[in-house]
């Protein structure tokens, strides 16, 4: 079972957000990771984000930003990043494997 929430955690979680007027063609992308350790949490977290971003053709802008709980006996990070149009998506396989 924490298979599998891992891998529906770590598939992706997407939202977009309005910015301000002078980026209105971005969007605040993130991402959620689940692990036992806190640093695997965190690179689950962060290369999903890389990976949606680069699926849905965006271009990154600005830091990563990345939050973990441990309130569980899994810790479970949130990476969120604004990402701009202006790219070419890329072939992906779910989150993990971006081609």
Do not use: Y
């Not at 309005?18 to 690179?43: K, M």
Request: charged fraction near 10%; hydrophobic fraction near 40%; glycine fraction near 10%.
């Amino acid at each position: 079972m924490q298979i599998l929430k891992l891998g529906l955690v770590a598939g992706v979680t997407v939202w977009a957000f309005s910015v301000t007027a002078q980026a209105a063609d971005c969007t605040r992308v993130a991402a959620i990771g689940n692990n036992f350790t806190h640093d695997t949490a965190v690179l689950f977290s962060t290369n999903a984000l890389k990976n949606t971003i680069a699926g849905r053709g965006l271009i990154p802008k600005g830091p990563v930003t990345t939050t973990c709980d441990s309130g569980s006996a899994m810790i479970e990070c949130h990476s969120s990043q604004i990402a701009c149009k202006g790219g070419t998506p890329a072939t992906c396989i779910g989150p993990w494997l971006c081609f």
